[in-house]
Nanobody, 117 residues
């Protein structure tokens, strides 16, 4: 079992920045792919960014050039640095851990990000 706890959400003005954190309950990054998803009201959950166990990153088109996913192995924490935020980035952001090929998957509880003036 893996627990994921997100933090760092909040209210920010358009053009501002936020850094989300996802703390895992144990060391998993060497075998789990980590991802950030988001879900806006009335919309389906969508992938924002993913970081493989081999440190390969991939981003949704909406996140490219503005968001950066990274991790600190010593702290068992994954980050999502979000810059140049737009109102359309408003959503609940979820952390995800997947053991690829095995079918094990874990989700955090989500953290709200609101971009508004």
């Amino acid at each position: 079992q893996v627990q994921l706890v997100e933090s760092g959400g909040g209210l920010v003005q358009p053009g501002g920045s936020l850094r989300l954190s996802c703390a895992a309950s144990r060391s998993i990054f060497s075998i789990y792919a980590m991802g950030w998803y988001r879900q806006a009201p009335g919309k389906q959950r969508e992938l924002v960014a993913v970081l493989s166990s081999g440190s390969t990153t991939n981003y949704a088109d909406s996140a490219k050039g503005r968001f950066t996913i990274s991790r600190d192995n010593a702290k068992n924490t994954v980050y999502l640095q979000m810059n140049s935020l737009k109102p359309e980035d408003t959503a609940v952001y979820y952390c995800n851990a997947v053991l690829v090929g095995v079918g094990l998957e874990y989700w955090g509880q989500g953290t709200q990000v609101t971009v508004s003036s």
